[in-house]
């Protein structure tokens, strides 16, 4: 939910729970505990924030979908990660754990 709404960009909530930490760092998201309390002060916060700053984190989402999560990205990401596992190149840097 939260990767469409950045292609719409639309603001979100989000929980660290979601693993896209992109999101917080490009100042995308506001961040909300998975507890009705923390979802409920961040829905505040978000009602309360202006149409401006409102418009100015979906435009970050948008833009950090486009650039970290499109199908284009996604698909040279995985021809990285083909071409390592076939032993014709490094370790991509999608692959962190390797």
Known sequence: AV???WSYGSP???TPQCNIPEGFAASAALGV????TSM????????T????????M??????LAAERF????????MQAVYTWAT?????????WFV
């Open 12 to 14: 979100v909530l989000m």
């Open 87 to 95: 032993g014709n190149g490094p370790s991509p840097r999608s692959l």
């Open 33 to 36: 505990d998975p507890d009705q």
């Open 3 to 5: 990767l469409e709404a």
């Open 49 to 56: 924030m202006t149409d401006k700053d409102r418009g100015t």
């Open 70 to 77: 499109s199908w284009s990205h996604l698909a040279h990401e």
């Open 40 to 47: 409920a002060q961040g829905l505040s916060d978000l009602i």
């Open 58 to 63: 979906g435009k970050r989402g948008l833009k």
